[in-house]
């Protein structure tokens, strides 16, 4: 079973893509909004898959994705921005989406990933 770990500050984008994956047939999420609870969440339940915007309320997305790599080792993210430039370069099993995006999008890069 997957467990998803958004990284996203805005409430209504991280419904959005919780409700996304949802779909795909995901059960398990945590939702962080700073790049520290973003690492203790991880910490806590080891994701299979990560979803993270670049800006946060406090920190990085990149920075909270790149502590969790190191502790975890490969996990597939899917960065969703409004700021591409700032994930570049992006370590594979990573992928890039620009804000706006569409949830057809977010389940055919889950799917490709997973």
Not at 3 to 30: C, K, N, R, W, Y
Not at 59 to 80: H, W
């Amino acid at each position: 079973m997957d467990h998803v770990l958004i990284i996203e500050d805005e409430p209504l984008i991280a419904l959005s893509i919780q409700m996304t994956l949802e779909d795909e047939g995901v059960t398990s999420f945590d939702i962080a909004a700073t790049e520290a609870d973003a690492v203790m969440l991880a910490s806590r339940h080891r994701p299979t898959f990560i979803t993270s915007d670049v800006a946060l309320l406090e920190g990085t997305g990149p920075s909270a994705v790149t502590a969790i790599l190191a502790r975890f080792g490969s996990i597939p993210v899917l960065f969703l921005t409004g700021n591409p430039e700032d994930c570049v370069p992006v370590t594979p099993p990573a992928v890039v989406l620009t804000k706006p995006f569409d949830a057809r999008q977010v389940a055919l890069t889950y799917r490709a990933l997973t």
